[in-house]
């Protein structure tokens, strides 16, 4: 995309993590998130932007029932559980890149512009937060846009890749996601085509796409109702699922000041659980959930080939002021509370690995490749 045309995105290093996505004529970033990576090492408790592995969501009693003909033990960081790979899972960790990897499409979007790409990669070793075997895992982001009645649509396509490589066992776990966020701070990125490289303009991943500090008011529809019913750790109950209570597929609902509180994953199509295929790239890309904000006229899209998404309205979002020494001297950044970003992770069933009927989603055997891809949209009735 032309340095006059730019592609408003920014990714960093630590976690492969999305910074900023500006959308509209005021460059409203819709993402959470801070105007440094160091920020994101000593404030991220919410996961802002990361890419989330080896397992996305949660493992039960932190233990894999069993792998390799055996259990394996891993680190209780949520409560009981095991929450997004660990301690340090792969969205603290700092991966390669980004690399420009040319221009590509995105399968499922017709671009009217861009498709200017980048890509991050990180090996994560046998026992890494106590995960079996060692992988390989990219990712690769290709922003664009699409004009849709007038509108500047600005999509960002990312296809997430994983595979064993090395013969330390015969199988691992695998479920990958992006933890963004909806924000109150001001820097991003652009791809400039020409000279090859990404440039840094000032501005500040959960989503919020008010412009002010909460997602209250926001408009929200989900493309399915059925979700896991779970327990108080947040792990499913049964393999079976169920409606949720007060919303409709596809029908509009407002997110208020602390209603609906939703931390629950919807599935697409409950008839597939069994059979849902490791690497998805090339299933049918859903749209999951429409968000719209009607005072700040911004729209979000997420689609995704996965068959299953987390839906989170931040009610446990706690993050610190950063001050202006901190900053570098360049004012203040403002914390952030309860509800002050929803977030979207499409990804597999929570707890599949220790579920007989769902463990061909995330067992990844040597030889084998998990995929999936994930499109954000984001525009402004302006």
Not at 125 to 148: L, W
Request: glycine fraction near 10%; proline fraction near 7%; charge should be negative.
């Amino acid at each position: 995309m032309a340095a006059s045309s730019p592609a408003p995105f920014q990714f960093l290093p630590l976690g492969a993590i999305i910074q900023k996505f500006l959308v509209g004529k005021s460059d409203l970033n819709i993402v959470q998130g801070f105007p440094s990576q160091s920020h994101y090492v000593s404030h991220n408790g919410p996961f802002f932007g990361e890419t989330i592995g080896r397992v996305a969501n949660r493992i039960k009693s932190a233990k894999i029932d069993s792998l390799n003909g055996k259990p394996y033990t891993l680190s209780k960081n949520n409560g009981e559980n095991a929450l997004h790979g660990g301690d340090v899972g792969w969205g603290k960790r700092v991966w390669e890149g980004p690399v420009p990897v040319g221009v590509r499409e995105i399968p499922g979007v017709k671009l009217d512009e861009g498709g200017e790409s980048v890509k991050f990669t990180l090996r994560s070793e046998d026992g890494d937060e106590g995960y079996p075997g060692t992988v390989d895992v990219s990712v690769v982001y290709t922003a664009g846009v699409v004009r849709e009645g007038g509108k500047e649509v600005r999509v960002l396509g990312i296809e997430y890749e994983v595979k064993m490589v090395a013969d330390e066992v015969e199988e691992t776990v695998v479920n990958v996601t992006n933890h963004s966020y909806v924000p109150t701070s001001s820097t991003a990125q652009i791809f400039n085509e020409k000279e090859g490289d990404i440039l840094t303009k000032s501005r500040n991943r959960y989503f919020n796409l008010t412009g002010s500090p909460t997602i209250t008011g926001t408009e929200v529809t989900l493309s399915t109702n059925q979700y896991l019913p779970v327990d108080a750790g947040g792990i499913p109950t049964s393999s079976s699922t169920a409606p949720y209570p007060s919303l409709t597929p596809n029908k509009a609902f407002t997110l208020g000041t602390a209603e609906p509180d939703i931390d629950d994953c919807f599935i697409v199509d409950p008839s597939l659980a069994s059979s849902i295929p490791l690497d998805t790239r090339s299933s049918p890309l859903n749209s999951l959930v429409k968000a719209y904000h009607p005072e700040s006229k911004v729209h979000l899209e997420v689609l995704s080939t996965e068959p299953a998404f987390q839906f989170y309205t931040g009610k446990y979002i706690d993050v610190a002021e950063i001050s202006s020494e901190e900053n570098g001297g360049k004012g203040k950044v403002e914390g952030r509370g309860p509800r002050s970003g929803f977030c979207v992770e499409p990804s597999r069933y929570v707890n599949a690995v220790n579920v007989e009927e769902w463990r061909g989603q995330v067992v990844l055997k040597r030889g084998e490749t998990y995929g999936s891809r994930v499109v954000y949209k984001g525009w402004c009735d302006e």
